[in-house]
């Protein structure tokens, strides 16, 4: 049977194309100038699902008839925006990019890149037509994936072209971090929307950018459509999107870290103030020398030490503690703890003279330092009038012998408040003690059993007998008789 191509062409061409035909790896179909199909390659065959000729209609009325043909967008092509039907009308399409199925069948199958070939003879007039057609299916399936992890990714990012600097996608996370429309992004240059706005190295980065190498994370302030900008980290890494070499643009968001930054800086302003107008003595330590790191105006009232004179000095100087024995008792408590409330202390003023004072502190952070706060409120006042009462009661008293030794013996706690947990405690025995601290730590009476190697009995007994001498009836009663004079 005669080669078809052989009535149609001339004996050199016909050589001349199937030498140019047999060297490519791209599908081949050739149509007569009435539009018939004359032949095709067999990657051309395979590229539609067929394994003979006919298979793809014979004409390009029929081939329009057998494969469905829709633009990347999924709108379908009318019959005469088919390929094989713009070329026989004379029309030029290079690389056009279609997807194509079967008739009857929405689902894609292969994604075509084709363009149009007219075969010429020695006069230079059109001896017969070929569409060149590349399966780009791979690439394209390739390239919806990435997009599809693209958008879905929650981590703000762009991609722009190196060779326009135009955006040509935004992701969801982008859009929603800063409320641009995706229509206000895509398309538009790094003219319109500089990203790179208020970043650290601005010419370091365009510089990289105009070199496509790797842009290393900066701090930025991002543009908004409302004219406020966003603090964010921006970096750039190099990619190929298809055939286009790319920018992605990757974001974090540190507008949050800013307005807490912003808060703290508030907050600590308003701790400064109230710190300086509280009517209480105030002093600030850092925890780990106890070096003072600021006092109030209500202590260099209450010391008569000013604050250039405090300032960076031991927070247990002993001019300033009339007892350091109970300074450091207390910080051992601060150690224990993290604070302590109104421990009865006595200081010494610039004058030597002595303060009473009910003491507090509380550890805490301040500027993201750990410190200490410390609160001396002046009760010396108070104390004094305690005493005077105690004096004129014992004047009137002199001869009072009647009293009992437990109205005596509140009329001297009143002279030496301190004394009051060592009149009150002294009838308990060393074991009675030692299982009162127990009962503050929480421990049951086996648990106290087990600790102390005691029997059962002799644990509920010694219970019974602390019970009796400080005249409580419960566990709980007992624990805050104790706490209240410094025994838990």
Same mark, same amino acid.
């Given at each position: 049977?005669?080669?078809?191509?052989?009535?149609?062409?001339?004996?050199?061409?016909?050589?001349?194309?199937?030498?140019?035909?047999?060297?490519?790896?791209?599908?081949?179909?050739?149509?007569?100038?009435?539009?018939?199909?004359?032949?095709?390659?067999?990657?051309?065959?395979?590229?539609?699902?067929?394994?003979?000729?006919?298979?793809?209609?014979?004409?390009?009325?029929?081939?329009?008839?057998?494969?469905?043909?829709?633009?990347?967008?999924?709108?379908?092509?009318?019959?005469?925006?088919?390929?094989?039907?713009?070329?026989?009308?004379?029309?030029?399409?290079?690389?056009?990019?279609?997807?194509?199925?079967?008739?009857?069948?929405?689902?894609?199958?292969?994604?075509?890149?084709?363009?149009?070939?007219?075969? =010429?003879?020695? %006069?230079? +007039? *059109?001896?017969?037509? $070929?569409?060149?057609?590349?399966?780009? &299916? @791979?690439?394209?399936?390739?390239?919806?994936?990435?997009?599809?992890?693209?958008?879905?990714?929650?981590?703000?990012?762009?991609?722009?072209?190196?060779?326009?600097?135009?955006?040509?996608?935004?992701?969801?996370?982008?859009?929603?971090?800063?409320?641009?429309?995706?229509?206000?992004?895509?398309?538009?240059?790094?003219?319109?929307?500089?990203?790179?706005?208020?970043?650290?190295?601005?010419?370091?980065?365009?510089?990289?950018?105009?070199?496509?190498?790797?842009?290393?994370?900066?701090?930025?302030?991002?543009?908004?459509?409302?004219?406020?900008?966003?603090?964010?980290?921006?970096?750039?890494?190099?990619?190929?999107?298809?055939?286009?070499?790319?920018?992605?643009? =990757?974001?974090? %968001?540190? +507008? *949050?870290?800013?307005? $807490?930054?912003?808060?703290?800086?508030? &907050? @600590?302003?308003?701790?400064?103030?109230?710190?300086?107008?509280?009517?209480?003595?105030?002093?600030?330590?850092?925890?780990?020398?106890?070096?003072?790191?600021?006092?109030?105006?209500?202590?260099?009232?209450?010391?008569?030490?000013?604050?250039?004179?405090?300032?960076?000095?031991?927070?247990?100087?002993?001019?300033?503690?009339?007892?350091?024995?109970?300074?450091?008792?207390?910080?051992?408590?601060?150690?224990?703890?993290?604070?302590?409330?109104?421990?009865?202390?006595?200081?010494?003023?610039?004058?030597?003279?002595?303060?009473?004072?009910?003491?507090?502190?509380?550890?805490?952070?301040?500027?993201?330092?750990?410190?200490?706060?410390?609160?001396?409120?002046?009760? =010396?006042?108070?104390?004094?009038?305690?005493?005077?009462? $105690?004096?004129?009661?014992?004047?009137?008293?002199?001869?009072?012998?009647?009293?009992?030794?437990?109205?005596?013996?509140?009329?001297?706690?009143?002279?030496?408040?301190?004394?009051?947990?060592?009149?009150?405690?002294?009838?308990?025995?060393?074991?009675?003690?030692?299982?009162?601290?127990?009962?503050?730590?929480?421990?049951?009476?086996?648990?106290?059993?087990?600790?102390?190697?005691?029997?059962?009995?002799?644990?509920?007994?010694?219970?019974?007998?602390?019970?009796?001498?400080?005249?409580?009836?419960?566990?709980?009663?007992?624990?805050?008789?104790?706490?209240?004079?410094?025994?838990?």
């Amino acid at each position: 049977m005669a080669n078809p191509l052989s009535r149609v062409l001339a004996r050199d061409t016909l050589t001349h194309l199937e030498q140019l035909i047999g060297g490519m790896t791209a599908g081949v179909i050739l149509i007569d100038l009435a539009g018939t199909i004359i032949w095709a390659n067999d990657a051309a065959l395979a590229m539609h699902g067929v394994d003979k000729l006919e298979g793809l209609g014979g004409n390009a009325d029929t081939y329009a008839q057998r494969f469905a043909l829709r633009f990347r967008n999924g709108h379908r092509l009318a019959n005469r925006e088919y390929p094989v039907i713009r070329m026989l009308a004379g029309e030029s399409f290079p690389d056009l990019v279609v997807e194509v199925s079967a008739a009857g069948s929405d689902e894609r199958r292969w994604t075509h890149r084709v363009r149009d070939v007219v075969m =010429t003879g020695d %006069d230079e +007039e *059109p001896d017969c037509l $070929a569409l060149v057609i590349q399966d780009v &299916s @791979e690439q394209y399936e390739a390239e919806a994936r990435f997009e599809a992890m693209f958008q879905a990714n929650p981590a703000p990012a762009l991609i722009m072209r190196l060779s326009d600097q135009r955006f040509s996608r935004a992701n969801r996370g982008f859009l929603e971090m800063t409320g641009y429309p995706r229509q206000a992004v895509q398309g538009n240059s790094l003219y319109d929307l500089d990203i790179l706005n208020g970043a650290e190295r601005k010419d370091y980065a365009k510089q990289c950018l105009a070199e496509g190498r790797t842009i290393p994370q900066m701090e930025a302030e991002l543009p908004l459509p409302d004219g406020n900008t966003k603090l964010v980290i921006i970096a750039g890494q190099p990619i190929e999107v298809g055939d286009d070499k790319c920018m992605l643009f =990757t974001f974090a %968001d540190l +507008e *949050p870290r800013r307005k $807490a930054e912003r808060a703290l800086r508030s &907050s @600590e302003t308003h701790f400064h103030t109230l710190f300086q107008m509280a009517p209480v003595a105030m002093v600030l330590t850092s925890p780990d020398s106890h070096r003072t790191m600021d006092v109030n105006d209500a202590f260099v009232r209450l010391t008569g030490r000013s604050s250039a004179g405090s300032i960076g000095r031991a927070a247990g100087d002993p001019e300033l503690w009339a007892d350091p024995a109970q300074r450091e008792e207390v910080q051992q408590e601060l150690d224990r703890s993290g604070g302590v409330r109104n421990r009865d202390v006595r200081l010494i003023d610039a004058d030597g003279q002595p303060v009473d004072c009910l003491m507090s502190a509380e550890r805490m952070e301040i500027r993201g330092e750990r410190c200490t706060l410390w609160l001396y409120q002046d009760i =010396t006042t108070r104390r004094r009038s305690e005493l005077e009462l $105690a004096d004129a009661i014992e004047a009137v008293m002199k001869d009072a012998s009647w009293f009992s030794r437990t109205v005596m013996d509140k009329l001297a706690t009143l002279r030496n408040p301190r004394a009051e947990s060592a009149i009150e405690t002294a009838d308990l025995t060393p074991r009675e003690r030692e299982v009162l601290g127990l009962i503050c730590e929480g421990l049951d009476d086996k648990a106290i059993a087990k600790r102390l190697s005691l029997s059962g009995n002799t644990v509920r007994n010694h219970v019974a007998g602390i019970y009796a001498k400080i005249g409580v009836n419960r566990r709980a009663a007992a624990v805050a008789w104790a706490r209240e004079r410094g025994l838990s």
